[in-house]
């Protein structure tokens, strides 16, 4: 059913070495004032990212559907290493997709929910991008804490993808969409981000748009 397909799987930034040192930019990291996250009331967003992509692809290897993982166990690989990998990896299949997995942060720490972003202009993504929205829109309504869950429709006409030229959805050269699960950085986000019902919400939801856009 998937033959001579691939899904390019990316967890955004670095996560723990093996020396306990947090890989990656500080940006992408949060001391809350309570609450118990990565360490302690710190929210890392790297190792995050990679909670929900290991759990895509266990669902992935179950279904039997072909991945490659862009990001490294712990280290904060290059963009331009991942979108080599894509690029040159991608020639020998039909049919390729990135889903690059993120979590949002504001200059407030009051902004919160869920956002999909594509390289500007309509383009194949686009298509990925509605999928994506409505599954998990759809799955909201079968999870614990799904109706938690804002979904930041920011776009204009029909269109739920914002548009941004991060450099992952701009130099790939198959469709590709960057997901921003929640904001980080605000407490209530950050606790739905850890747990386990919400990151399986978000892990099926990736699975199932991959299905659907591969089916189609």
């Known amino acids: 059913m998937f033959?001579?397909?691939?899904?390019?799987?990316?967890?955004?930034?670095?996560?723990?070495?093996?020396?306990?040192?947090?890989?990656?930019?500080?940006?992408?990291?949060?001391?809350?004032?309570k609450g118990t996250f990565h360490q302690g009331s710190t929210f890392l967003e790297g190792v995050w990212n990679r909670t929900v992509t290991n759990?895509?692809?266990?669902?992935l290897d179950v279904l039997g559907i072909t991945y490659r993982a862009l990001h490294h166990?712990?280290?904060?690989?290059s963009l331009q290493q991942r979108v080599d990998a894509v690029n040159w990896y991608a020639k020998q299949f039909e049919r390729s997709i990135v889903?690059?997995?993120?979590?949002?942060?504001?200059?407030?720490?009051?902004?919160?929910?869920?956002?999909?972003?594509?390289?500007?202009?309509?383009?194949?993504?686009d298509k990925i991008a509605s999928i994506h929205w409505n599954n998990v829109n759809l799955l909201r309504n079968f999870y614990p804490l799904g109706a938690q869950i804002r979904m930041r429709n920011q776009a204009?006409?029909?269109?739920?993808?914002?548009?941004?030229?991060?450099?992952?959805?701009?130099?790939?050269?198959?469709?590709a969409i960057l997901i921003e699960h929640l904001f980080f950085d605000n407490f209530d986000d950050a606790t739905l981000l850890m747990d386990d019902s919400v990151v399986d919400l978000?892990?099926?939801?990736?699975?199932r748009t991959i299905i659907e856009y591969f089916n189609a």
Do not use: C
């Open 3 to 33: 033959s001579n397909t691939i899904v390019f799987i990316d967890a955004g930034h670095g996560a723990i070495n093996k020396a306990g040192q947090y890989t990656t930019a500080p940006s992408k990291m949060f001391r809350h004032s």
């Open 55 to 59: 759990q895509v692809m266990r669902k």
């Open 73 to 77: 166990e712990y280290l904060d690989n």
């Open 99 to 125: 889903v690059s997995s993120h979590a949002n942060a504001s200059a407030t720490q009051a902004a919160r929910g869920f956002e999909i972003y594509t390289s500007p202009g309509t383009t194949e993504s």
């Open 156 to 175: 204009s006409g029909s269109d739920h993808d914002n548009e941004a030229n991060f450099y992952i959805l701009r130099k790939t050269n198959v469709p």
């Open 202 to 207: 978000f892990a099926e939801a990736q699975v």
